[in-house]
């Protein structure tokens, strides 16, 4: 009697021994849902026809023992075990890609299924100097100089989210977010650039309220050195902004007023923190009363006149610009 008890407890015995593992699996199948498996796309929001990667982390799962299933439209685009990354090239503007993920966890006869939708969003940033100087009639963009006013406003580039205006914006000059140009309808961001940067990286992300709207955009603002161009004033016509003067035009009249147009010099907004200092043959002259005209009045024919004009701004350290031009009399 006492054999057959001791043998029916041993057969008990080897019976959970082997029912342990099942029992194991059946605990991490519960153990294991939805949100335990996490899908990051890189980049997070990408624009219209970018490379875009999909990948899958789990520390609930061992995912690389795991049969991985990824269907887009479809179409089965990846199968296999351990298959935790998808790469493919983001559709145009307004059109989305939905990838469904099916996941079957090493041991497991469920699946875990999740679904990602990737819409690419586009963001048009348009950037101009403020204080740049540029002359009436300039038809190109009014570049920065160093320490010079800029603006940058952005445009999201999406016909569903052009017309809300329930949008966010979160600016970051040069990698360091800029919380007072950042919030509800911030849609442009003015700076006064560094005098040590030859140009600025501006970044903006514009979120919808309900957060159905995400997009990133960065632009490089290179800093331009500014010039000075001279121009003749005639008494009828005006400035001749359609030809600039050149070394060795030659002065036919009896007297000739020559302009200074400095572009790109943040002088909007800042004409009286500027000293004009003039000089014809390298001698210092009074400056005009109209501080950027010159008129030149030879008192004998032949030879040249060399026109300087250095004009700095005594308010900061690096905003001057200097040009010359050589007059044939």
Known sequence: MKSQIKLLFILIILLVVVSLPKLGVAIDELQIQDYDIEATTVPAN????????????SYGADLNKAQIEWQSGSSIVLSGIGRTSYSFKALGPN???????????????????????????????LWEGVSAYTPPFYKGKSFPSSESLIRVVAIPNNSSIKSNKNLTYTWKNNGKT??????????????????????????????????SYNATKTVNIPMTDPKIVFYEKSPTEGIMYNSALTDGTYMEKEEMTVVAVP?????????????????????????????????????????????RLVMENMSTYFQSASGQIRLSI
């Open 46 to 57: 990408p624009e219209p026809y970018q490379n875009v990667t999909i990948n899958l982390k």
């Open 95 to 125: 059109t989305s890609t939905i990838i469904k993920i099916s996941i079957t966890p090493y041991g497991s006869l469920s699946k875990i299924t999740k679904q990602i939708v990737i819409s690419p969003t586009d963001i048009e940033l």
């Open 263 to 307: 572009y790109f010099l943040g002088v909007v907004g800042n004409e009286s923190r500027f000293t004009y200092n003039w000089q014809i043959n390298n001698k210092a002259i009074d400056t005009p009363s109209k501080k950027t005209e010159l008129t030149v009045r030879p008192n004998s024919r032949g030879g040249y006149a060399t026109i």
């Open 178 to 211: 800029v919380p007072n140009a950042s919030g509800y309808g911030k849609d442009s961001y003015v700076f006064t650039n560094s005098e040590m940067n030859s140009s600025d990286s501006i970044t903006v992300t514009v979120s919808s309220i309900d957060g």
